[in-house]
């Protein structure tokens, strides 16, 4: 296929569970498909995790296998973290160790592809290169406890940032934020926090905020559109914000995407494929406001609409 012609897919968790892995293995071929190292952590912590149709143990672990071994077929991305500051052009402000899951996770694959059971696979061990022997051990319930951190303090951004909307636009003009408002706290919720890292760190030059601001727009809109949801259902009450704890890990996927990167981001979740449309139409209405034409290279799409979008080309 022309190279010109392939197109880079950033697959979320829901997409990765709801495209069976042939028809992965047949867009693969002829586009390049991306995936967060974060949906393989996310589908690795309930690897141990029975229920009606898998009561068992080993049903779980074979299902929770073959699931966890389609993430060889896309390509697999940095941690989010890392992403952000790399296209940043500030690797330096994340800590390293976040560098290292391209290089580990094929490896603990790697592992799961030969176990037989759940406890075999604990008794396996990975090396990365330049370190010693890491026993894979009881990676599922550890993973379990650092994504359920990170949803605890996915909810206090939330929350923080509900309280901002609210005490800055009152609930009549929450409820209709959108443009250049909506661009600015998108900018807040993420980009002003790294930057402010930056500056702690002595990294800032003239053009890092700008740089940040277009690396993190997409993930901190998410953030926003998500609160603005969360209000919108609780009356435009700041402090009652219910928040599905799977969206911290969407959040972070959104982390991948840049508004000026020619990307399509594809998800089997509608709650997902909202906000993230509505980020990319709130640019859009910024840009306008200021009399620039939007050139929005960034899409999102769901699976039935990757699947229509790919047909003539597998």
């Known amino acids: 296929m022309d190279e010109a012609a392939r197109h880079n897919y950033i697959l979320d968790t829901s997409a990765l569970r709801a495209i069976g892995r042939s ?20 589908v690795l912590c309930h690897l141990d995790e029975t229920n009606t149709r898998r009561p068992r143990e080993q049903q779980a672990f074979e299902y929770g296998r073959s699931l966890l071994l389609k993430c060889r077929i896309p390509t697999l991305l940095e941690d989010p973290f890392a992403a952000i500051a790399s296209r940043s052009g500030v690797p ?4 390293p160790t976040r560098f290292e899951d391209r290089q580990g996770i094929p490896l603990i694959l790697e592992q799961l592809h030969r176990a037989t059971s759940l406890s075999d696979f604990a008794q396996r061990q990975v090396v990365l290169p330049g370190t010693s022997q890491r026993p894979i051990g009881d990676i599922v319930q550890l993973t379990r406890e650092c994504l359920a951190e990170i949803e605890r303090a996915y909810q206090r951004d939330i929350e923080r940032t509900a309280t901002r909307i609210i005490e800055g636009f009152g609930a009549d003009r929450a409820a209709d934020l959108q443009g250049t408002q909506f661009y600015h706290l998108a900018l807040r919720a993420c980009a002003l926090s790294l930057y402010q890292e930056a500056v702690g760190a002595g990294e800032p030059d003239r053009d890092l905020f700008h740089r940040l601001s277009v690396a993190s727009y997409v993930c901190g809109g998410y953030l926003v559109a998500r609160t603005l949801l969360g209000l919108q259902h609780n009356g435009f009450r700041a402090r009652q914000i219910s928040v599905d704890g799977n969206d911290a890990e969407d959040f972070m996927i959104t982390m991948h995407v840049s508004w000026n990167e020619r990307s399509t981001f594809v998800t089997n979740d509608r709650g997902t494929l909202d906000a993230v449309g509505r980020v990319l139409r709130e640019l859009g209405r910024h840009m306008t406001s200021l009399n620039i034409t939007p050139d929005i290279s960034a899409t999102v799409i769901d699976v039935e609409g990757f699947r229509r979008e790919v047909s003539t080309s597998i």
């Open 23 to 42: 028809e992965l293995e047949a867009v693969a071929r002829v586009h390049t498909l991306l995936l967060s190292p974060v949906s393989f952590w996310e």
């Open 92 to 95: 330096t402000l994340v800590n």
